[in-house]
């Protein structure tokens, strides 16, 4: 079974910082990788996505995200935190290994507070 | 303006009664989704939809009902089975394919009493 893991309820971070949300996953093929924004009362917004390629993804709003197919981790950074990125963060994977649909599982979220 | 639409934003309803909350998409996506998120627990999917007049149970689906009679709508009947009703409810569509990532609408909260 697949599984991901957000070991951080909340990050707080000074604006100006730079922010990282942890996010580390667990799937049997290859790992389709995705993060997610979500502001209050509103739906997800996707970030960005790992498929194949470059360990390095950019995204939206200055985002980026580092594939460690060793630590089987996918981190979400930005180099200067903005209080507007102050939000629920989810990271997502799914299996690309196999046909067939291939559920998404999200991991339980983090929220990031970008402090004044 | 191309998106995905859910309505009502909020809804009321007293318990035993059925509840339909609708989800309309103009991307011409075929696969469409809905979750259901409770704090802390990250998004639990009900069912999912990969073509029109074809659907599948998910992690969650008891005390829940869908159609996909349209490519552009996947309406989601709560009905007077499910236990703890009270929750935000996410509809989603994507192209076919585990590469593409999902588009959500802004969601409909629910409330039972």
């Known amino acids: 079974a697949q599984s991901v893991a957000q070991p951080e309820d909340q990050v707080n971070v000074a604006e100006g910082n730079p922010l990282t949300v942890k996010c580390t996953y667990s799937?049997?093929?290859?790992?389709?990788l995705f993060w997610y924004v979500q502001y209050p009362n509103r739906g997800l917004q996707f970030l960005l996505k790992?498929?194949?390629?470059?360990?390095l993804v950019k995204g939206s709003y200055g985002f980026e995200a580092e594939f460690n197919k060793s630590q089987t981790s996918f981190h979400l950074k930005k180099p200067s935190a903005l209080v507007s990125d102050s939000a629920l963060y989810f990271c997502?994977?799914?299996?690309?290994?196999?046909?067939?649909?291939?559920?998404?599982?999200f991991g339980t979220g983090t929220k990031l507070q970008v402090i004044p | 303006d191309g998106g995905i639409t859910q309505s009502p934003k909020y809804l009321f309803r007293k318990e035993g009664q059925n509840v339909t909350l609708s989800c309309e998409q103009n991307?011409?996506?075929?696969?469409m989704y809905w979750y259901r998120q409770d704090p802390g627990q990250g998004l639990r999917l009900i069912y999912y939809?990969?073509?029109?007049?074809?659907?599948q149970k998910g992690d969650i689906a008891e005390g829940y009902s869908v159609s996909r009679e349209k490519k552009e709508s996947f309406p989601l009947t709560v009905t007077s089975a499910q236990k703890n009703p009270t929750a935000f409810y996410l509809c989603?569509?994507?192209?076919?394919?585990?590469?593409?990532?999902?588009?959500f609408g802004p969601g409909t909260r629910l409330t039972v009493t």
């Open positions: 989603a569509s994507s192209i076919s394919g585990a590469a593409y990532e999902q588009y």
């Open positions: 799937v049997s093929g290859n790992p389709y």
């Open positions: 790992y498929i194949t390629g470059d360990n």
């Open positions: 997502a994977v799914r299996d690309g290994g196999s046909g067939g649909y291939q559920k998404v599982t």
């Open positions: 991307l011409n996506h075929d696969a």
């Open positions: 939809s990969q073509i029109v007049n074809d659907f």
